[in-house]
């Protein structure tokens, strides 16, 4: 398959593995991120591709050639990184041309494509405008631009939004994504921001605390059918029980039976598992109430933020969290009787 192709790829620094066994098939013309707590090798990996570090194992190929040993330069990528280093002294053109500068293009075709690329980033007749007297978007926008003066094969930013004011950073996020689409370009972004991820990307790998990929999808794969309790955990919300099989598509949890629409193959009777169950899937009705995939308990909290009621409910040790819109808000309150209803396509068995 087309694309860039990490084939095995470990990351050493001594005694350090920034990145483990990562094997990835990044698609051409998509806008993936990269997603992970700190340290987890997201910025490792990323400069792996751009050839700013060499893996210690595994191979790098972008269209099916093999680029591992192919120098940063040469790989005619574009990089945008969090601390931007404009270059000062230039005014805003200089710093868009200075890629071009460096590759001899023609002045009046520079000048040109300076003008189109500050089009492109909403920033037109600033060319001879001095960076000092640009915003701090502005100057985002500016580093974009400069990034994709060389026509890049692959955009790689790193954190690129993370100094932006949170509207300004919304924006920017949109911007980027639309700008993204226009042109085509397979792009990498690197980001420890799970709203920014599930905003931005056709496909997010997420990263672990092991420095390995735990899983690569579209925002509402991982979302919704998380690979690990890991992902379940990181993106989003979750409620993560403690279960043990009962046959073929029953669990006990806190001593009731749940039934799940969808259990892996080979656990036996007895073996044990984790349900990953979101907030806003699990509905609560006042008092007891018996049947399957009920669990029974005590209203500990609720919490009304007006567009959403959240209401935990501690059911004989095993903690609950559900979600409702203030429309489909259940009456109860803090100290109640309640019953959790679990719908069985809403639990995702983990085992792992
Ligand atoms: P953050 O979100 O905090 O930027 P990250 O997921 O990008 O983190 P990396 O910067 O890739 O993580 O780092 C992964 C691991 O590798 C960390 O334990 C880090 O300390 C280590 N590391 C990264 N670069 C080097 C280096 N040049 N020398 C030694 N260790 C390094």
């Known amino acids: 398959m087309a694309g860039l192709h990490l084939n095995d790829i470990d990351k050493q620094f001594g005694s350090v593995t920034a990145v483990r066994d990562v094997e990835l098939q990044i698609p051409h013309g998509r806008f993936v991120c990269f997603l992970g707590p700190s340290g987890c090798g997201k910025t490792t990996?990323?400069?792996?591709?751009?050839?700013?570090?060499?893996?210690?194992?595994?191979?790098?190929?972008?269209?099916?050639?093999?680029?591992?040993?192919?120098?940063?330069?040469?790989?005619?990528?574009?990089?945008?990184?969090?601390?931007?280093?404009?270059?000062?002294?230039?005014?805003?053109?200089?710093?868009?041309?200075?890629?071009?500068?460096?590759?001899?293009?023609?002045?009046?075709?520079?000048?040109?494509?300076?003008?189109?690329?500050?089009?492109?980033?909403?920033?037109?007749?600033?060319?001879?405008?001095?960076?000092?007297?640009?915003?701090?978007?502005?100057?985002?926008?500016?580093?974009?631009?400069?990034?994709?003066?060389i026509e890049p094969r692959l955009f790689l930013l790193d954190e690129p939004l993370s100094a932006l004011d949170a509207k300004l950073r919304e924006d920017m996020q949109l911007e980027l994504r639309l700008l993204q689409q226009r042109l085509g370009v397979t792009t990498i972004?690197?980001?420890?921001?799970?709203?920014?991820?599930?905003?931005?990307?056709?496909?997010?790998?997420?990263?672990?605390?092991?420095?390995?990929?735990?899983?690569?999808?579209?925002?509402?794969?991982?979302?919704?059918?998380?690979?690990?309790?890991?992902?379940?955990?990181?993106?989003?919300?979750?409620?993560?029980?403690?279960?043990?099989?009962?046959?073929?598509?029953?669990?006990?949890?806190?001593?009731?039976?749940?039934?799940?629409?969808a259990a892996p193959a080979g656990l036996a009777p007895g073996g044990e598992a984790t349900l990953s169950v979101r907030p806003e899937d699990i509905s609560v009705v006042p008092g007891p109430r018996e049947g399957g995939n009920t669990l029974q308990g005590t209203v500990t909290f609720v919490r009304d933020v007006g567009s959403s009621v959240e209401i935990y409910l501690d059911c004989g040790g095993v903690q609950i969290v559900s979600q409702s819109t203030p429309k489909s808000r259940p009456a109860v309150r803090q100290g109640d009787v309640a019953t959790a209803l679990l719908p069985p396509a809403a639990c995702v068995v983990l085992t792992s």
Request: net charge positive; glycine share 8%.
């Open 45 to 149: 990996l990323l400069r792996l591709i751009a050839g700013l570090e060499r893996p210690t194992r595994g191979r790098i190929l972008l269209e099916e050639r093999d680029i591992t040993a192919e120098p940063a330069h040469r790989r005619n990528f574009g990089m945008v990184f969090q601390s931007l280093a404009l270059f000062p002294h230039l005014s805003v053109g200089d710093n868009v041309a200075y890629s071009l500068r460096i590759r001899k293009a023609d002045p009046a075709a520079r000048r040109r494509r300076v003008d189109e690329l500050l089009e492109l980033v909403r920033l037109p007749g600033y060319a001879g405008r001095h960076v000092s007297q640009l915003s701090g978007g502005q100057r985002q926008r500016v580093a974009i631009a400069r990034a994709l003066a």
């Open 189 to 261: 972004l690197v980001t420890h921001d799970q709203r920014e991820a599930m905003t931005m990307s056709d496909l997010i790998v997420v990263m672990g605390t092991d420095n390995r990929v735990h899983q690569m999808g579209t925002p509402l794969e991982i979302y919704r059918n998380p690979a690990d309790t890991f992902v379940a955990d990181f993106i989003g919300t979750s409620n993560l029980l403690k279960a043990v099989s009962r046959g073929p598509g029953t669990f006990e949890v806190a001593g009731r039976p749940i039934a799940v629409e």
